[in-house]
């Protein structure tokens, strides 16, 4: 039995299989969801396209609906980048070409071929529901799983929720408008100060490229070695030296 099978039993055996997924109110669920006001995470990171592949270390310090703060270093122990998402821009520093980008949230979305926010990435990050679920959305059970289908802005996004983990298992989003699609596999889940937590996320974005109608694909994987949730004093540091070019 592998890996994944034997750590999603553990979490069977340490929740409460009496907790139905919908409470009395028809409009709340019972979601394993991670509350949390400070998070840390220290995560093996590996980004692949067509054209590129880059992998490394990860620390990450997130203040809910403020700030995701991360550190990329890639081996031998020596910080490579360090960047800040905030509610309107991304900014990152390349420490080994001495350059800096600053990107609106707007400009970015053209680039990465998908809609994002700040929520949304700390969401993805801790495994909890991105777009929340309401009564109206389409609700089916099939074989381990309760999938519910909702249409948000100009996506159609299916959710899978293990009918015992009570977490968000796959998610499938379609864009309306274009083929994009975003898919995530939450996987290895374990139990970390008393929250369910995926250990291994996958991130797929299929796109059409918007000059020559290409399809490409771009893929994240997100291992998490180290979580602590709400931990002290938490520091967000980052400043672009005066000395770097902007890309």
């Known amino acids: 039995m592998n890996r994944p099978v034997l750590c999603l039993l553990g979490i069977l ?3 409460s299989c009496s ?4 409470s009395t109110d028809p409009n709340k669920f019972n979601l394993n969801n991670v509350a949390y ?39 031998m122990g020596i910080e490579a980048a360090r960047g800040v ?19 609106s949230i707007d400009k970015l979305l053209d680039k ?7 929520s949304m990435v700390e969401s993805i990050l801790i495994g909890n529901l991105i777009w929340p679920i309401k009564a109206e959305d389409e609700i089916n059970r099939i074989k381990g799983y309760f999938v519910f289908t909702k249409h948000y802005q100009n996506l159609t996004i299916t959710n899978y929720i293990g009918t015992h983990s009570k977490k968000v298992e796959k998610l499938e989003a379609k864009s309306d ?3 994009n699609t975003l898919n995530i596999q939450y996987s290895d889940f374990k139990k970390e100060s008393g929250k369910i937590i995926p250990s291994k996320i996958d991130v797929q974005i299929k ?5 020559d109608n290409i ?26 030296p005066k000395k770097y070019t902007r890309r």
């Open 13 to 15: 055996a340490l929740t």
């Open 19 to 22: 907790k139905t997924l919908f």
């Open 37 to 75: 006001e400070y998070l840390t995470l220290k995560s093996k990171v590996q980004y692949e396209d067509e054209n590129t592949s880059h992998k490394g270390i990860a620390n990450i310090r997130i203040k809910k609906d403020s700030i995701v703060w991360f550190s990329i270093t890639p081996g």
């Open 85 to 103: 998402i905030l509610e309107d821009s991304v900014k990152i520093i390349n420490k080994i070409e001495k350059e800096y980008s600053v990107e």
């Open 112 to 118: 990465v071929h998908f809609d994002f926010d700040l």
């Open 177 to 179: 408008s274009t083929t």
């Open 207 to 211: 796109y059409n490229t918007k000059t």
């Open 215 to 240: 399809q490409k694909m771009s893929n994240i994987t997100i291992e998490h070695a180290k979580v602590e949730i709400d931990k002290n004093n938490l520091k967000f540091s980052f400043s672009i």
